[in-house]
Structures are given as structure tokens and as C-alpha cells.
């Protein structure tokens, strides 16, 4: 059990740790700077949903041969779908767009900027809550190594995801505790949201394949309608590029490494 709340809480420390930056960095951070930790953080994503989500869904379902593939297909496709309902009933804003998404709302503008990135840390709790609850029911796919690089892996991208947050809530002129204590709470839906996985691991593990994919397709829509435009708006877009490569790669050296 120690093992299983470990791996809950890496994630968070990850997103609490990049919301101190805070205390430690003067200015808002450079354009260049959160492109590049948005680009990362998008290819750790990318990399975690293919090794640590849909291949071993995929691998769980082999005994269906040929159609080996549904499971993680429908998965996938529910994930995506559930994160367009939320993207869509939830209003929320991204830091440096002036123009809230979902529904009209009388929410703060501090409000929704902490509701966005809350918005896709519960794919991330998700995906680390259902690994650890294969773990717990005994999964011959899913190692203790390959739940613990999903957990580093999440925390490593969720670092800048922490200070992305804080960092413009204090150019906004919230103070520096504040600041770093909502960036601190948009990650908390994370080992709570993992936690609830795992406490309904009795009723997961036959749905593995599907939930597995489903957490894949629900970080993926995240990469796709938010992380990747971010990384590439305006001039010298590479530079957002080049970090999402480097954080794939990283993600698929951790996950093969220790799995």
C-alpha cells in the first residue's frame, strides 16, 4: 500500500515543486521558456499514453487475436470523448488567451486559469491511479518499474505545468503564497482522482484494456487541443518542437528503462 500512495503523490509533488518557482524567479517567464516546457511537458504526454497506456492495453487483449485492437480503440475514443464534454460544461481560461472556453460564466479570471490546468491534470491522475490498480490486482502486463516511470514521468512533465500557473497568477498581481498555493491546488485532482481508481481496483482490472486507453485518449486530447498549439503559436515555433522531443524521448527511455 506505501508503494501505491508513493506513486499517487510523485505527480503531485511534481506540480507543487514547479508552482515554488514562484518564490525563486523575479519576472514572468519568457514566451520562449513556456513554449519550451509546454512542448515537453506535451511529448512526455504523448510518450506516456503510447508506452505506458495503449500498448499495454493492446497486449492485454491479445487473446482476442485479430480484434486485439478494440478495447483499446473504444477506450480511446470514450477518453476523447469525455474530455470534450468537460472541455465544454467546464468553464475554464489558458494562460495568455484572453478569451475564456466553455460556458459563459461570473468566475474570476484567477478562477478559470486554475480550472484549465485542473481541466487535464484528471486525465494524468487518472492514468497513474489505473496503472498502480493493475499493479494491485495483479496484472502479469504492469510492473512495479513501469507504474513508477508513468508516475515520474507525469511529475517530470508536471513541473512546468506547476509553474506555468503560477508564475502569470503572480504577474497578475495575486501574491507570491497565493500564487504558489493555487498551483499547488490545480494539481491536487491528481491523487484524488488516482486514489479513487485504485480504491475501485476490484471492478477495474477486468476493464483494464478500455481504461487504460480511455486515460490515453483523455491526455491526448489535452496534448492536441492545448499543449501543441501553445508550444507552436507565433515566431521560432522549433524551439517548442525540440522540447517536445526531448520530453518523448525521456518519457521512452524511463518507461522502457524501468518497465
Known amino acids: 500500500m506505501g508503494t501505491i500512495i508513493t506513486g499517487l503523490l510523485i505527480p503531485f509533488i511534481g506540480t507543487s515543486a514547479g508552482a515554488a518557482c514562484v518564490f525563486f524567479l523575479k519576472k514572468e517567464m519568457k514566451l ?3 513554449r519550451a516546457l509546454t512542448g515537453f511537458a506535451a511529448g512526455v504526454m504523448v510518450a506516456a499514453s503510447i508506452w505506458s497506456l495503449i500498448i499495454p492495453a493492446i497486449e ?11 478495447p483499446a480503440f473504444a477506450g480511446f475514443w470514450a477518453g ?12 475554464h481560461l489558458h494562460a495568455g488567451i484572453d478569451q475564456a472556453e466553455g460556458p459563459k460564466s461570473h468566475l474570476t479570471r484567477t478562477a478559470m486559469l486554475v480550472l484549465a490546468v485542473t481541466l487535464h491534470n484528471i ?19 504492469i510492473t512495479a ?26 504577474a497578475e498581481g495575486k501574491n507570491k ?24 481496483s476490484a471492478l477495474i482490472v477486468p476493464a483494464m484494456p478500455y481504461l487504460l486507453s480511455f486515460a490515453a485518449g483523455a491526455m491526448l486530447y489535452v496534448v492536441v487541443e492545448e499543449l501543441i498549439p501553445e508550444m507552436s503559436a507565433g515566431e521560432h515555433s522549433n524551439i517548442g518542437v525540440i522540447s517536445f522531443a526531448v520530453g518523448f524521448s525521456l518519457m521512452m527511455a524511463l518507461d522502457v528503462a524501468l518497465g
Do not use: C, R, W
Not at 80 to 91: E, R
Not at 145 to 170: D, H, R, T, V
Not at 177 to 200: D, M, N, R
Open 32 to 34: 520562449s521558456v513556456t
Open 60 to 70: 492485454q487483449s491479445e487473446g482476442l487475436k485479430s480484434f486485439a485492437f478494440a
Open 80 to 91: 476523447i470523448l469525455f474530455l470534450l464534454l468537460l472541455d465544454h460544461i467546464i468553464p
Open 123 to 141: 486525465p494524468e491522475g487518472m492514468a497513474v491511479g489505473v496503472v498502480y490498480a493493475g499493479l494491485a490486482g495483479g496484472s502479469k502486463l
Open 145 to 170: 518499474g513501469g507504474a513508477l516511470a508513468l508516475a515520474i514521468g507525469i511529475a517530470i512533465q508536471n513541473f512546468p505545468e506547476g509553474a506555468i500557473i503560477s508564475m502569470p497568477l503572480y
Open 177 to 200: 503564497p497565493k500564487s504558489f498555493l493555487l498551483g499547488v491546488l490545480s494539481g491536487a485532482v491528481e491523487p484524488l482522482f488516482g486514489g479513487i481508481t485504485v480504491l475501485l
